[in-house]
């Protein structure tokens, strides 16, 4: 686990200008916060470019998609690619309706992207791999490392496909995280807040392929340390102690496993 990304997102607090969705823009922005960085939520396109051009890092999440809405996301993302900061794209659903792969589209063909993120069936639907999706949901099986790789390589971006294991690529290295618990897909906007967090990490000076992996590992390890708590019985109660675990050091989570590890 690479601390030293986690501790430079937390020393410096860099400021994440957020495009997201309705349903979770409160859950994204308390667990940024928790994480260690600074959360703004504006998607009006009269500010977008403006708002992008004072921000560390800009995240667009196409959950509830509205057409005023997306303007204001190429918009940021152009004032981004200008300044030389990440733009982290998560095409949420994007194979449910015409709409949004039509969206999805025109911010690939408008925005430069420093990482793609979704779940199999999402990023299966940008290079035309056949995967079963129910809603925004991923229901289908095979192969997410092809997904990465080709994803990657046809829109020259990093690539994250996540699921149970978690696959990056960039380039043409793979990475892979085991780390996670079931609880995260009990709760809405898990994936969402992890686009969050992600976009936090690349605003470190380390390769994308660290910054990547270091989110991705700590964001499940906080989600293995929350659930192991005795007062969390299911999605309800895990909730607030996600929140606080990911607040914490790298070496409580790794006590933890020690423990559990001579325990058993």
């Given at each position: 686990m690479n601390s030293i990304i986690i501790n430079d997102v937390r020393k410096r607090s860099p400021l994440i200008h957020h495009l997201t969705n309705q349903v979770v823009m409160n859950f994204t922005a308390n667990g940024l916060l928790s994480f260690g960085g600074t959360p703004i939520m504006a998607k009006a396109e009269e500010e977008a470019s403006d708002m992008a051009s004072i921000a560390d890092g800009v995240l667009i999440n196409i959950g509830t998609l509205k057409p005023s809405e997306l303007r204001a996301m190429?918009?940021?993302?152009?004032?981004?690619?200008?300044?030389?900061i990440p733009v982290v794209l998560d095409p949420v659903g994007v194979a449910a309706t015409s709409f949004r792969t039509s969206a999805v589209k025109e911010i690939l063909n408008e925005v430069e992207l420093t990482v793609i993120k979704g779940n199999a069936g999402e990023l299966a639907q940008l290079v035309q791999i056949p995967w079963e999706t129910k809603g925004v949901e991923s229901i289908g099986d095979g192969n997410a490392e092809e997904i990465a790789v080709k994803v990657a390589k046809t829109y020259q971006t990093a690539a994250i496909v996540t699921g149970k294991t978690d696959v990056i690529c960039s380039g043409e290295t793979i990475s892979l995280n085991d780390t996670g618990h079931a609880l995260l897909t009990k709760i809405t906007g898990a994936g969402c807040?992890?686009?969050?967090?992600?976009?936090?990490?690349?605003?470190?000076?380390?390769?994308?392929?660290?910054?990547?992996?270091?989110?991705?590992?700590?964001?499940?390890?906080?989600?293995?340390?929350?659930a192991s708590q005795k007062e969390v019985f299911g999605p309800g109660s895990f909730l607030p102690r996600f929140i606080d675990a990911l607040s914490l050091e790298i070496d409580v989570f790794e006590r933890?496993?020690?423990?559990?590890?001579?325990n058993n």
């Open positions: 190429i918009l940021a993302g152009k004032a981004a690619n200008k300044k030389g807040l992890l686009g969050s967090i992600l976009t936090a990490c690349l605003t470190t000076k380390h390769s994308i392929e660290k910054q990547a992996l270091a989110a991705v590992e700590f964001y499940g390890l906080a989600a293995e340390y929350a933890r496993k020690a423990d559990d590890i001579s």
